[in-house]
């Protein structure tokens, strides 16, 4: 049976564009960097081919992307040194983050929470508590429930996000936002974009 990364693999392997990518960094993301948000040590949660972790480190944070795929690691390498840009790229899993063997002050999630079933869901909050520092800030931008239909990944309600950062974590806000996905999906979707704020270790 494959794994969930060698799903995720797949895709990115099938593909030179994956269904979810638009081969630029999210509006709402290039607005928290042009307002200095994305600072400090920044972590991209789930960073497919790396658009936001090459925001990140063009705004001068120094960043690192991780995913669970390989492929899409390869291509977030090829643009780093396409664009010249000093980042660190890793395989691995979202869900064990302490391998990276360092925290962050700050945390960027563009569809991976979205994306996980409710145990993953656990794990992955434990996950981020493990190496974001107290003060630290979690961006996360998610389906929101407003969006119609059941294409594409779960809709996620604002009670889910406030439930799953209940422990160690304080939601400061979420706003109603956009993503920009593929054309074949419509363009554009509902999102939540969420700060979420590290109050303890």
């Known amino acids: ?23 630029r960094p999210q ?3 290039v607005r928290l960097a ?10 991209d949660a789930g960073c497919g081919t790396g658009e936001h972790t090459l925001l990140a480190a063009l705004h001068g944070a120094d960043a690192t992307g991780i995913d669970c795929s390989a492929t899409a690691i390869g ?11 000093k980042v660190r790229l890793e395989t691995g899993d979202v869900l064990d983050l302490a391998r990276l063997g360092t925290t962050f002050d700050t945390v960027v999630d563009v569809g ?10 656990r794990q992955y909050v434990s996950s981020l508590a493990s190496v974001t520092e107290p003060g630290g800030t979690c961006h996360l931008m998610c389906f929101s429930d407003r969006q119609p239909g059941a294409l594409g ?3 996620i309600a604002q009670g889910e996000l406030r439930q799953a950062f209940d422990g160690g974590w304080e939601v400061v806000g979420i706003a109603p936002e956009t993503f920009a996905v593929a054309l074949q999906f419509g363009g554009k979707a509902h999102a939540w974009l969420a700060a979420i704020r590290r109050t303890a270790r």
């Open 1 to 23: 049976m494959a794994t969930r990364s060698e799903d995720w693999d797949s895709v990115y392997r099938a593909n030179e564009q994956a269904p979810w990518e638009t081969g």
């Open 27 to 29: 509006e709402a993301v």
């Open 34 to 43: 042009e307002s200095g948000l994305l600072s400090g040590r920044v972590l």
């Open 75 to 85: 291509r977030a390498r090829r643009k780093a040194d396409e664009r010249g840009l």
């Open 112 to 121: 991976m929470f979205h994306v996980l079933d409710d145990e993953e869901r």
């Open 153 to 155: 990944p779960r809709r």
